[in-house]
């Protein structure tokens, strides 16, 4: 196989094909959250696992969406469930069945995947590295025009960790809504933002109509297997047209008995914050500035860092941390990067501070 087709974003298929074991590899590519799944969703896990199996969810999700509805801030009436994050992208993709959609990038795949599938075209928009990957308000608004139907933002932004403001995205939607545009943001990283920095869209969700707001647990909950994910948006056209088109229990038993309880876990909610934060300064301090790399702020749970050393591509750089069992993320492949950018995430302390060594020996 290609190495360039092996970018670490797949921990199984990395296993399989450098014939490591999947538990020995340390997975900075995967942006999960580090303390692992909360005692609080094990237990209740553990609690029902011979009963539950045995019942179909509540086809109406109405505990699930009370817990989600009081974690938001959100009335639950305008809480839309799914199986992952992914599952209401498609469906808000579906529902919009955008002719022409604006992507800031470089983003996640999945939605230019998803406005290709139902027909629609969509133009990238860069994000530059001249502006640290900083999204350009202004810049952004320029090619937003009547015929441009929905905008796509992830904040903070996977892969860069850049993120904008609730105040910018308020300018952002009055802006959508003079064109008749909707803007779908995906704030799957958003928990892991520092709460000063006022980075989550929500306090927006009922005032403006144009807005869908994309969230999933499988990163910040440490839960990817589970396939949880929720939305929020006020528009009852988008809400009902997603609810009639979603197979009918799409989330499962085990993901909505622990949506109830993982959202309550504030225990777990403030050490994660916490561990994150703090990392986050630590690992920022330690990179910036430091020879032949250099590392972009960001506000997610990952870094994105381009490799300034002559000769040394991220492949490069990719295999010799494999080889010592580390796995980080090639971002050769994204929109706008290049062979000169990886991303790695944070885990705990003493694997960051490995990384951080590691990086130091190949790179200065
Ligand atoms: C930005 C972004 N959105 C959505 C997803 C998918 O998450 P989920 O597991 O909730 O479907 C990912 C996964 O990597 C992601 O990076």
Same mark, same amino acid.
């Given at each position: 196989?290609?190495?360039?087709?092996?970018?670490?974003g797949?921990?199984d298929?990395?296993?399989?094909i450098?014939?490591?074991?999947?538990s020995?590899?340390?997975?900075?590519?995967g942006?999960?959250n580090? &303390?692992?799944l909360?005692?609080?969703?094990?237990r209740?896990?553990?609690?029902?696992?011979?009963?539950?199996?045995?019942?179909?969810?509540?086809?109406?999700?109405?505990e699930?969406?009370?817990?989600i509805?009081?974690?938001?801030?959100?009335?639950?009436?305008?809480?839309l469930?799914?199986?992952?994050?992914t $599952?209401?992208i498609?469906?808000?993709?579906?529902?919009?069945?955008?002719?022409k959609?604006?992507?800031?990038?470089?983003?996640?795949?999945?939605?230019?995947?998803q406005? $290709?599938?139902v027909g629609?075209?969509a133009?990238?928009?860069?994000?530059?590295?001249?502006?640290?990957y900083v999204?350009?308000?202004?810049?952004?608004?320029?090619?937003?025009?009547?015929?441009?139907?929905?905008?796509?933002?992830?904040?903070?932004?996977?892969?860069?960790?850049?993120y904008?403001?609730?105040?910018e995205?308020?300018e952002?939607?009055?802006?959508?809504?003079?064109?008749?545009?909707?803007?779908?943001?995906?704030?799957?990283?958003?928990e892991?933002?520092?709460?000063?920095?006022?980075?989550?869209?929500?306090?927006?969700?009922e005032?403006?109509?144009?807005?869908? *707001?994309?969230?999933?647990?499988s990163?910040?909950?440490?839960?990817?297997g589970?396939?949880?994910g929720?939305?929020?948006?006020?528009?009852?056209?988008?809400?009902?047209?997603?609810?009639?088109?979603?197979?009918?229990?799409?989330?499962? *038993?085990?993901?909505?008995?622990s949506?109830?309880?993982?959202?309550?876990?504030?225990?777990?909610?403030?050490?994660?914050?916490?561990?994150?934060?703090?990392?986050?300064?630590?690992?920022?301090?330690?990179?910036?500035?430091?020879?032949?790399?250099?590392?972009?702020?960001?506000?997610?749970n990952?870094?994105?860092?381009?490799?300034?050393?002559?000769?040394?591509?991220?492949?490069?750089?990719?295999?010799?941390?494999?080889?010592k069992?580390?796995?980080?993320?090639?971002?050769?492949?994204?929109?706008?990067?290049?062979?000169?950018?990886?991303?790695?995430? *944070?885990?705990?302390?003493?694997?960051?501070s490995l990384?951080?060594?590691? &990086?130091?020996?190949? &790179?200065?």
């Open positions: 196989m290609s190495l360039n087709v092996v970018h670490g797949d921990l298929e990395i296993s399989r450098y014939g490591i074991d999947k020995c590899i340390l997975n900075f590519g942006n999960v580090p &303390l692992g909360p005692q609080s969703v094990k209740a896990i553990r609690e029902n696992a011979s009963d539950a199996p045995t019942l179909y969810p509540d086809v109406s999700y109405i699930l969406k009370k817990a509805g009081e974690y938001t801030g959100i009335d639950s009436a305008h809480i469930t799914g199986n992952g994050s $599952e209401l498609a469906l808000c993709i579906n529902a919009v069945k955008p002719k959609a604006v992507i800031v990038s470089p983003a996640y795949s999945e939605y230019l995947k406005i $290709e599938l629609g075209s133009e990238l928009f860069p994000l530059r590295e001249d502006e640290e999204l350009n308000i202004d810049r952004l608004k320029s090619v937003l025009h009547d015929g441009v139907d929905l905008l796509v933002i992830c904040n903070p932004n996977n892969p860069t960790g850049t904008i403001t609730c105040a995205i308020r952002l939607l009055e802006h959508c809504l003079k064109h008749g545009i909707r803007l779908m943001i995906d704030e799957t990283y958003v892991f933002a520092s709460p000063d920095k006022q980075v989550s869209a929500m306090p927006l969700a005032e403006y109509k144009n807005l869908f *707001i994309v969230r999933g647990t990163k910040f909950f440490a839960c990817p589970l396939r949880l929720y939305g929020a948006c006020s528009d009852r056209e988008i809400t009902e047209y997603i609810s009639s088109h979603r197979d009918s229990w799409s989330v499962n *038993i085990f993901a909505e008995l949506g109830k309880v993982m959202f309550r876990d504030r225990k777990f909610i403030e050490k994660t914050r916490s561990l994150i934060t703090s990392e986050r300064e630590r690992i920022f301090g330690e990179l910036y500035g430091c020879g032949d790399i250099h590392i972009y702020d960001s506000q997610a990952f870094f994105l860092v381009r490799i300034k050393r002559e000769g040394v591509t991220s492949s490069q750089v990719f295999e010799r941390l494999l080889a069992n580390i796995l980080i993320r090639d971002c050769a492949d994204f929109p706008y990067l290049s062979d000169r950018y990886i991303r790695f995430c *944070i885990l705990d302390k003493k694997s960051n990384l951080i060594k590691e &990086l130091k020996n190949i &790179l200065n």
